[in-house]
């Protein structure tokens, strides 16, 4: 138990369809993160959110939304994916947003498959 | 650019003692993360580092050279419960963490 949930854990969608993941944190963190993994790649982080506001955005395509209506909640609005965005997503927080020596603490993930 | 360099996969015998490397070239350092994967869970958080120097927690430990871009992570007696992928991290000089692609530990008997 990370104290991180994400649900669902296992998402399989059409490529027309819209599904949004979710995100909860029950450790009083302030930052908030979603990454993703993919087989044999390092974790590439998708956005940054601090106290709400997003702070980070990697050169996500749009149709990727994140939405963090309160500290505890990140969400992840997912439409019209393509097949190579299959992977596993990770939502993450941490006390803070820069400070060096906070680890990220890590939900279980989101399988998500593109067919 | 900016580089995190791990072995893609080892294996190592139960009771014995294994080493993970990671090599990490960066536009500056403030850090340095280990964390423990298992299959279809939680990346959790396993050590930080960031002066140079030998970090012991139990059955684990971790070492840093700085001057070198160089750290190791070292498990003793190994159990068959640390098969597992490990993965190093690098906090660069925005705070931003830098991944690597992760170590994949398989233990045999």
């Known amino acids: 138990e990370t104290g991180v949930t994400q649900t669902p854990r296992h998402l399989v969608m059409g490529m027309t369809n819209k599904k949004s993941l979710k995100c909860e944190q029950h450790l009083g963190h302030n930052a908030m993160y979603w990454y993703k993994q993919s087989a044999k790649k390092p974790l590439e982080l998708m956005f940054v959110?601090?106290?709400?506001?997003?702070?980070e955005n990697n050169s996500v395509p749009s149709r990727f939304s994140p939405e963090c209506p309160n500290s505890s909640h990140l969400f992840l609005h997912l439409h019209t994916l393509q097949p190579e965005d299959s992977a596993l997503y990770l939502c993450a927080s941490s006390q803070d947003r820069g400070h060096s020596n906070q680890p990220q603490h890590f939900g279980d993930g989101t399988r998500l498959s593109i067919l | 650019g900016q580089n995190i360099d791990q072995p893609t996969e080892m294996t190592a015998t139960e009771g014995a003692i294994v080493q993970i490397n990671c090599t990490y070239q960066?536009?500056?350092?403030?850090?340095l993360f280990w964390y423990q994967q298992h299959a279809g869970e939680a990346p959790t958080f396993l050590s930080y580092n960031v002066l140079d120097g030998l970090e012991e927690k139990g059955r684990f430990s971790s070492f840093l050279s700085r001057s070198k871009g160089y750290s190791y992570l070292l498990l003793k007696e190994l159990q068959m419960k640390d098969s597992a992928s490990y993965l190093c991290?690098?906090?660069?000089?925005?705070?931003?963490?830098?991944w690597g692609a992760g170590t994949k530990l398989i233990i045999k008997p």
């Open positions: 960066t536009s500056g350092f403030n850090g």
């Open positions: 991290a690098v906090v660069d000089s925005n705070y931003q963490l830098i």
């Open positions: 959110y601090s106290l709400e506001e997003r702070v």
